[in-house]
């Protein structure tokens, strides 16, 4: 049975680490490189890793012999890099040959499903019914798609020194963030 009250605290709570409108500055910058974001494809691998993890997240961490903090420090690398690219201007992340292999690295993983996402999925799994969260999540990839085929709109609005001024301060940002999981995950 659903739980509206719990869905609509689920939604929100991904909402928020997920962080989709915080990303447009790297979504944009991600399809200048790449030349183009298919949102169907972005959002449905995002869909899928989010939902994988909500059904075996855990358990296959543990397989591989990886905690969870390990997981968010290894995601927290990755969105740091991202942020120092925003703001320095230089490009560690070399385009891949294909749009699709972009679209899965970085942006399904770490930038929309990552180790914040993730692991939030599994907190919410001792609060929350599974139907509840896989409703949240669905509710969310919705989100997430309409912010993916807007980006182009939300581009021009902006303008070049627009962009550049968001992609910069969004840079500063995205490496806060990255810098508060790895301590949080170390202990720190």
């Known amino acids: 049975m659903l739980h509206i009250k719990d869905i609509v605290t689920i939604t929100f709570t991904l909402f928020a680490v997920i962080d989709i409108l915080g990303s447009i500055p790297v979504l ?3 399809k200048e490189k790449l030349g183009r974001i298919q ?3 972005a959002t449905l691998a995002s869909g899928l890793l989010m939902i ?3 059904l075996v997240g855990e358990p296959f961490l543990a397989l591989m012999g990886v905690d969870i903090h390990s997981f968010a420090v290894a995601g927290s690398v990755v969105i740091f890099i ?5 703001v320095l201007g230089v490009e560690f992340f070399k385009s891949e ?3 699709e292999a972009g679209e899965l690295v970085p942006i399904a993983f770490p930038l929309i499903a ?3 996402t993730l692991t939030t999925i599994m907190s919410l799994k001792a609060n929350f019914n599974f139907y509840d969260i896989l409703v949240g999540i669905l509710i969310n990839l919705i989100v ?3 912010v993916l085929r807007s980006l182009h709109y939300i581009e021009r609005m902006l303008g070049e020194a627009g962009l550049l001024v968001v992609r910069k301060f969004f840079g500063v940002i995205l490496i806060a963030i990255a810098v508060k ?3 949080t995950n170390l202990g720190i």
């Open 39 to 41: 949102p169907v494809r």
């Open 144 to 146: 997430i798609y309409v």
């Open 114 to 116: 990552g180790s914040g």
């Open 52 to 54: 994988l993890f909500l």
């Open 181 to 183: 999981i790895f301590k």
């Open 97 to 99: 040959k294909s749009t």
């Open 28 to 30: 944009i910058a991600l």
């Open 82 to 86: 991202l942020g120092l690219e925003m």
